[in-house]
């Protein structure tokens, strides 16, 4: 009942009956709260099992470590991670753990920065096993969010960083591919360009000298201008090497034959003070290949050599010999891969200069480089190029202060080295030669030769005008020259039409490129030879001697 304390605040007292009721919502709400803090219990319980469960059994090395670096915990797995089991490593600070002052103090490192600075940090580590692991460390807070221990969590993903490590090597191989081929074609379309001025200028040559014969005429400068020729030609050679379009054609080559032939070529391109050494089996098996090519690589190793004395005197060896490889020692090295075993011939050039580091033993093969960086020209590079055309390989290996060693690899062939060919004979037929080329300065020097040849040329400056020049002549003439690059119709397209209008004499493809690129439809259309720019009097008069003789045949 409600006694008055006062005007404004009522007092209530309690009978037994109220005291009754007191006791039992007091007894009431007891129960409830050990029902809640028994069912809380229950669920910290199971939550800590499951918890223990996961950290147990996963397959992750989960540690937990103090601020001075002492493990709390460790789950099952760090035995992956450290080779020692949870109860070798807590309850014990890094140090004690033989894992090295430099992965010690790296995890205190991390610790004291999760700590410090409340927020995560990756990481990477190898263990003992060559396993690569990555580790995510992240702070532990306590009620009121400060930061007292850290937790890490590492992942062993050696074989994931195995598929990166490989997709990244096989971008990084695409790139190269593809730099590798723009620079072919770009060196490629060079090639081509210079080998049309270059015929030009060397049919010129050749045919000043002819008619100064016996005369008191400038031969000493038209013979310079001769020779001049040729060697840009050979630098043509080399640019469509490193495209891969070039080549002479393959013939059977004496190696110890061609380097006795080069031995004074070769040793003008080395420094002054540069000693030559040279030391070639006897009785070595022949190579097939293109002659031009294989001169290259040789000239271009001796001058790789020279660039690697870097300015000193020294010595450079030059040696053949023949070697068995068979497909295991084949598949130990990228670029020998899928060759086909057997006999190669090995020539390998040594020098005794400074040598390499790993670095710069990488970066050998790569155009217009040198040791000194003053690289120019493409070097090894061609080299190389050569050697893989014809189905071979370059090695090289080097160390600081023992030099360099350069070592191609030829696969030698049963077949015999072929005879020196005779000089040919004027042909003398008056017959008539349809020449078709879009370069004026070229069929110019082209046509003066084939009138020195005894020819009778008819020009035509495109695929269009050769058509209509051989359906008025298409009785007398007795051979097309055929250029493959040309406006408004080109060779393929010309080729076609002409064996669709009755041409049945020989047609002779000529180009600044190589013959890798005559499509398969013209070669079934039916080409009696090639003849890759520039050509010299000699070249073309073997060429239309053999394919007339053929032709009458």
């Avoid at 042909?427 to 879009?438: E, N, P, R």
């Avoid at 007795?478 to 004499?505: F, Q, W």
């Amino acid at each position: 009942m409600p006694l008055e304390a006062s005007a404004d605040t009522p007092l209530w007292m309690l009978g037994a009956g109220g005291a009754v009721l007191v006791a039992v919502v007091a007894v009431a709400w007891n129960l409830t709260l050990r029902r809640k803090v028994r069912t809380r219990t229950q669920e910290l319980a199971r939550s800590e099992s499951q918890f223990r469960a996961l950290t147990v059994n996963s397959p992750d090395t989960i540690l937990r470590l103090s601020q001075d670096g002492r493990i709390l915990f460790a789950n099952a797995a760090v035995s992956d991670l450290l080779g020692l089991d949870s109860g070798q490593v807590e309850g014990k600070k890094l140090y004690e753990l033989g894992l090295g002052q430099e992965w010690a103090e790296s995890w205190q490192r991390n610790i004291e920065m999760v700590i410090r600075t409340s927020e995560a940090l990756d990481s990477e580590m190898t263990s003992a096993q060559d396993r690569t692991f990555s580790g995510r460390w992240f702070p532990e807070p306590d009620e009121t969010g400060r930061a007292l221990h850290a937790l890490v969590v590492w992942r062993d993903v050696t074989e994931r960083k195995g598929v990166e490590d490989e997709r990244r090597r096989i971008e990084t191989q695409l790139y190269e591919a593809q730099r590798w081929e723009s620079l072919g074609v770009l060196a490629g379309s060079v090639a081509h360009d210079f080998n049309n001025h270059l015929a030009a200028i060397l049919g010129q040559a050749e045919v000043g000298l002819m008619d100064d014969e016996g005369g008191s005429g400038p031969r000493t400068s038209l013979q310079n201008i001769r020779e001049t020729a040729r060697q840009a030609a050979d630098l043509c050679r080399q640019l469509s090497a490193f495209s891969r379009r070039g080549g002479e054609g393959p013939v059977v080559l004496d190696v110890s034959g061609l380097v006795a032939e080069m031995t004074g070529l070769l040793a003008a391109t080395l420094p002054r003070g540069v000693d030559l050494q040279i030391a070639c089996d006897a009785g070595l098996p022949p190579v097939e290949g293109d002659a031009g090519q294989i001169r290259q690589l040789l000239l271009n190793m001796m001058l790789n050599a020279g660039s690697m004395l870097q300015g000193r005197a020294g010595v450079v060896l030059l040696r053949a010999n023949d070697v068995e490889l068979q497909a295991q020692m084949l598949a130990l090295r990228e670029d020998s891969r899928g060759l086909e075993p057997g006999t190669y011939i090995q020539i390998e050039v040594t020098d005794n200069g400074p040598g390499l580091d790993e670095a710069g033993l990488s970066q050998l093969f790569q155009p217009f480089f040198a040791p000194d960086a003053t690289g120019r020209g493409l070097g090894l590079a061609v080299a190389r190029a050569i050697a893989v055309a014809h189905r071979g390989f370059l090695h090289a290996s080097s160390s600081p202060g023992e030099g360099t060693t350069v070592q191609v690899f030829l696969p030698a062939t049963s077949r015999p080295a072929a005879a020196p060919e005779a000089a040919p004979s004027p042909l003398g037929t008056g017959g008539k030669v349809l020449l078709v080329d879009d370069d004026a300065m070229v069929l110019n020097a082209t046509s003066r030769l084939l009138e020195k040849i005894g020819m009778t040329p008819i020009t035509a400056s495109d695929g269009v005008q050769g058509m209509e020049k051989f359906l008025i002549h298409r009785d007398e003439v007795v051979c097309v020259i055929l250029d493959l690059n040309m406006p408004y119709m080109n060779g393929a397209e010309t080729l076609k039409n002409l064996r669709a209008s009755g041409c049945n004499c020989p047609v002779i493809v000529a180009s600044g490129f190589s013959q890798l690129l005559i499509t398969q439809e013209m070669r079934a259309l039916g080409i009696a030879a090639f003849l890759e720019k520039p050509y010299t009097f000699e070249m073309l008069a073997r060429t239309l001697e053999r394919v007339m003789a053929t032709a009458e045949a």
